[in-house]
Nanobody, 127 residues
């Protein structure tokens, strides 16, 4: 079993930045380095949506159009951790952000998540 724990969320003013982390642990933590990682978000009253994805080796990345140029996904497999750098934040970015393990091809094709989720971290952007 693998556990994913997100951190780094908080309250920030519009135009600000945050860096989210997703740390993997557990008996099968070694599987983290062979899995793609995705970040998703869910705003109040809305469905969960794909934000960004990164391949197992960090070579390939994909983003939803609305965050391109403002968001960067990265990973450090030696630390079993993935990151999401959020810049130029706006109130529309307010949501709970979730880390996910899945298939990179699914992230690219239609933003479909894999089976493993973290508990989420709240990002609130004030105007």
């Amino acid at each position: 079993q693998i556990q994913l724990v997100e951190s780094g969320g908080g309250l920030v003013q519009a135009g600000g930045s945050l860096k989210l982390s997703c740390a993997a642990s557990g008996r099968t933590v070694s599987s983290f380095s062979s899995a793609a990682v995705g970040w998703f978000r869910q705003a109040p009253g809305k469905e969960r949506e794909f934000v960004a994805g990164i391949s197992w080796n960090g070579v390939a990345t994909t983003y939803r159009n609305s965050v391109k140029g403002r968001v960067t996904i990265s990973r450090n497999n030696t630390k079993n951790t993935a990151y999401l750098q959020l810049n130029s934040l706006s109130p529309e970015d307010t949501a709970v952000y979730y880390c996910n393990l899945g298939y990179y091809s699914d992230y690219v094709k239609d933003g479909s998540p894999g089976a493993y989720w973290g508990q989420g971290t709240q990002v609130t952007v004030s105007s």
